[in-house]
Each structure stands twice: as structure tokens, then as C-alpha cells.
């Protein structure tokens, strides 16, 4: 069972940044395909970005591509979301997710391990 916690949320102005934690209690973490989404208020959650196992791969949504980047130090067990350039509609409670595999899922149905979020909050 892998236990996922997010760190690094916080209240931020429009166009500063923040970097997101995802920290994994699995030592084989660097075997699993990991994701990042987030859920606004009444909103439903979407994805945000993912990375592979080895981190060859990344994927970003359209409208987080071109700020956010996302890494992982398998050392560590700890993937990491920089956020730049954050704007008002960036606020939510952004969420981890892990897979074993390699794929870099898009649906919530194609993650087996969740964090319980942590909040971004972009005032204007």
C-alpha cells in the first residue's frame, strides 16, 4: 500500500509561484507512473500533469502547459509540481496520484494510490 502526502500549498498572488510535494512511504515509488490533479470548488477534478517511473516521459493539461513542469527524485520517493505564473483560476485543492506501469494516465479511474491534497490559493 502506498501512502502519498502532498506539501508546498498555500496562499500566493497572481503570477508568483509555488512548488508542490508529493512524498511516497514506498521504497519501490520509483517504479510507479505518478500524477498530479487538482479540484476548484464545485468543479470536478482534472488532471493537471503526470511523469513515468523514470521520468523520460511528462504530460501536461493545456492550461498548465508552459508553467507548471513536474520532476521526480526517485532518491528521495518524492515527486514535485512547479507552478509559475499562477493565475486565480489555478485555485484548488491539488491532489497526487500513483501507478505501477509506465503509461502516464489522464483519468482518475487509471490511478490506484491517492494524497489527501493540499491547498493552492491564488488571490488577483
Known amino acids: 500500500q502506498v501512502q502519498l502526502v502532498e506539501s508546498g500549498g498555500g496562499l500566493v498572488q497572481a503570477g508568483g509561484s509555488l512548488r508542490l510535494s508529493c512524498a511516497a512511504s514506498?521504497?519501490?515509488?520509483?517504479?510507479?507512473?505518478t500524477g498530479w490533479f487538482r479540484q476548484a470548488p464545485g468543479k470536478e477534478r482534472e488532471f493537471v500533469a503526470g511523469?513515468?517511473?523514470?521520468?523520460?516521459?511528462?504530460y501536461y493539461s493545456d492550461s498548465v502547459k508552459g508553467r507548471f513542469t513536474i520532476s521526480r527524485d526517485n532518491a528521495k520517493n518524492t515527486v514535485y509540481l512547479q507552478m509559475n505564473s499562477l493565475k486565480p483560476e489555478d485555485t484548488a485543492v491539488y491532489s497526487c496520484a500513483a501507478r505501477r506501469g509506465s503509461g502516464i494516465g489522464r483519468l482518475l479511474s487509471d490511478y490506484n494510490y491517492w494524497g489527501q491534497g493540499t491547498q493552492v490559493t491564488v488571490s488577483s
Open positions: 514506498e521504497r519501490t515509488f520509483s517504479s510507479y507512473t
Open positions: 511523469i513515468n517511473w523514470s521520468a523520460i516521459s511528462t
